[in-house]
């Protein structure tokens, strides 16, 4: 569990920094660099007490971090720094350090950073330590940290002032390192498969490739309107088309929409392309990629919620889009029967979506709001409506379906893909169809003059596929919130949150 944190009041805070530049400028005048340019390490704090676990021969190390930890006895001092590895015990005496150096501890503060050299011992309490014979001062901490054993209170202070949940929060530090882990993973077995990793722009001339309102721009050189993408899949077929048959891209997506538990307006998408494939190859390459992702961040494929436990290293369960609709209400809505949508919506929706929705768009949320949460277990939902896929190749035998899919688990869309459709002129016509529907839906996808232009040159059959890495990190991590799992995530101006922090106090000693 995340701890909470909780901020000393502006009054208690302003004290406490007062003290500390105090400190800094005693530092000073004692001629100690306060904030020095560097500081050779021979181990980090895990590694300093991996290289006398075995009580061997004594080892000579030199560690730097943060002070957590400080207690004094008499004339010795323990403290605990803190780095990215874990925690180590330094122990100081007088006559070890020197007595200016020892008396010159008191002017350190939690949070300061602090390098030592020294050997490494065994404590009476069984702790391996490092003894140091030398401390260098690296760093001044002049605003008080959150008290551990009080915690951050407030999870806006923590996801807006992410450093302090990383410095007190073990849990939120080892979210960010699983998530560095999975993507390393999955980037690792596409190399393996062949795939060429690319960019593509991040600013666009027309925003493609998903229905969903972009965030636009002015680029002033060239007096035009530029958009945030929305989704990296036009570029990325343009690759397809060039001749670049495995293509692959972890890259910013960008939606100016609203923000839940599982959206955030700036995400990480991870899109994958393969020619001459089909949507059933893509649906093998996600499970492939969740079964990496899970044991990069996990060590194992298995997730255990709620007593319950799913495994991520068996196929999944594949339901057709229909099915499932029909096996949640009872309702056939496979013709898409607009009056008889719209009758099921009005009686098992909490609300109707606004406006005069399309069929699709009613489609969309039956199946979102009523079937979706329901999918625990690793599942494919498949053969959507054609006329919700426009990107997607037509089901042969069945052309009002695509073959399109969308990996669901614990009961949250983590990706999407489908066969791509390659015929520039079927293309044509559903960019205009969605111009038609625009009229009733807000989100629908604009017409691309030039990405059709480049279909026209011909473009391979193909596989594609786009895999949420904030969703599957929150899920693969046990996380409610998806921002959990950012680093930063999109928040409310502080001049407009009342739990934002005063201005910065005055600092004169």
Known sequence: MTERIETPSTEEENDQIRAR?????????????VYPSSYPLTHSAAEAVAAYADDADPVDVTVAGRIVAKRKMGRSTFLHLQDRSGRVQVYLRKDGVGEEAYERLGLLDLGDFLGANGEMFRTKTGEITVHAREWTFLGKTLRPLPEKWHGLTDKEIRFRQRYLDLIVNEDARRIFEARTRMISAMRRMLDGKGFLEVETPILQPIYGGAAARPFRTTHNALGVTFYLRIADELYLKRCLIGGFDRVYEFGKDFRNEGMDRTHQPEFTMLEVYEAYADYTAGMALME???????????????????????????????????????????????SMDEGLVRRTCEDRLPEMPPGNPSVAKMLDELFSELVQPELIEPTFVYDHPRV??????????????????????????VGNGFSELNDPSEQRARFEEQLRLAARDEDTMVLDEPFLRAMEHGMPPASGLGVGIDRLTMILCGMEQIREVILFPAMRSESSDPTSPPASPDRSP
């Not at 530049?21 to 660099?33: F, H, I, N, S, Y």
């Not at 896929?389 to 869309?413: C, D, F, N, Q, T």
């Open 21 to 33: 530049l105090e400190k800094r400028r005693r530092l000073e005048e004692a001629g100690v660099p």
């Open 388 to 413: 919700m896929s426009p990107l997607a190749k037509a089901k042969p035998g069945a052309p009002h379906l695509a073959e399109r899919y969308e990996p669901i688990l614990m009961g949250v869309e």
């Open 288 to 334: 492939e990629l969740a079964r990496e992702a899970a044991l990069a961040a996990n060590g194992s494929t298995v997730l255990e919620r709620d007593g319950r436990k799913i495994d991520l290293g068996s196929p999944w369960r594949r339901v057709a889009f229909f099915e499932g609709l029909e096996s949640t209400l009872g309702v056939d809505l496979s």
